[in-house]
């Protein structure tokens, strides 16, 4: 289990990443497209890809671009959120995304649903809703009116593992060499936009945003590896890895914008972080 610990680890410094940048004055757009350059360096480095099964009739390239234009504009949402709801916040809405996929299965795909996932899902959308800071609930009329942002994250990130599921159903395709020409084009087009308000003078050049971009890339492809490594290390009980990886991220993430952050988080929040655990324990071991 010392690679969900390192994917746990990894996950939650992403956040903590683009929360210490925010408060240098680093500018997040900047950080986010050198995030990516950083990430398929390590993608070439560690997953070696064999490209002679590069195949371009056999790629998914519609589901590629979508997903490299989602992937820098969720990291966008997922920064205002850490700094409008903070990371306690923030964690959870992602780890309850997984919701999403769930009732996608059932709507989209007519799987038939076991009674354990349905509360599991009514379980994570209490917790969800505990965990908003509701709009007059807050004294600060910025903070009041950013209530959105943690259901965006909730359904971006929802949104962006559908895909990722349905890229790795092209058995044509290592699944590898798909993270890879995601990350490629989630470079390209934030790269671009870097480019064009850079030229446009709209977003002056921040060098700072390139060592920040690249921790948070290290961090961001270190999430991913080792939660790949953790499941095939135990591969014949993925429920585990995946209840350990999403119950971790929200225990860590609580602790560390507590006592790092000082955030403050109402008895209504902290129920929702305890709904948000017992909703992935529901879903993943009944």
């Known amino acids: 289990m010392i690679y969900v610990l390192f994917s746990v680890l990894c996950s939650v410094s992403v956040a903590v990443c683009i929360k210490m940048a925010r408060s240098r004055q680093i500018n997040i757009i900047q950080m986010i497209a050198w995030n990516y350059p950083m990430a398929i360096v390590l993608s070439l480095l ?26 820098p504009s969720m990291f966008y949402i997922i920064a205002q959120s850490l700094h409008y709801a903070g990371i306690v916040r923030t964690e959870v809405a992602q780890r309850l995304s997984l919701f999403i996929p769930l009732a996608a299965s059932f709507l989209l795909f007519r799987e038939h649903p076991q009674p354990s996932i349905i509360v599991g899902i009514i379980v ?27 259901p965006l994250v909730f359904l971006g990130m929802g949104t962006v593992d559908i895909l990722f599921k349905q890229v790795a ?22 790269q671009t936009y870097v480019g ?37 290390a135990v591969a014949n009980n993925p429920s585990i890895v995946f209840s350990s990886m999403n119950i971790g991220v929200i225990a860590v993430g609580a602790v560390v914008g507590l006592v790092l952050f000082r955030e403050k988080l109402s ?12 909703s992935v324990l529901i879903i993943t071991l009944f």
């Open 124 to 150: 994570g959308i209490m917790a969800m809703a505990c965990s908003i800071k509701w709009k007059g609930e807050s004294t600060n009329k910025a903070k009041s009116n950013t209530w959105f942002l943690l």
């Open 196 to 232: 064009i308000g850079i030229a446009q003078k709209k977003m002056p050049i921040s060098k700072k945003s390139i060592g920040w971009g690249f921790m948070m890339g290290l961090f961001n492809f270190g999430n991913i590896i080792f939660y790949m490594k953790a499941h095939r």
């Open 169 to 190: 159903q092209y058995q044509q395709v290592p699944y590898t060499l798909s993270i890879l020409i995601v990350f490629v084009i989630a470079a390209l087009l934030s």
């Open 46 to 71: 560690f997953f070696l890809p064999d490209w002679s099964l590069f195949k371009w009739s056999e790629m998914p390239f519609s589901l590629y671009l979508v997903l490299g234009l989602l992937l």
């Open 267 to 278: 008895f209504v929040n902290v129920l929702g972080i305890i709904l948000a655990v017992v």
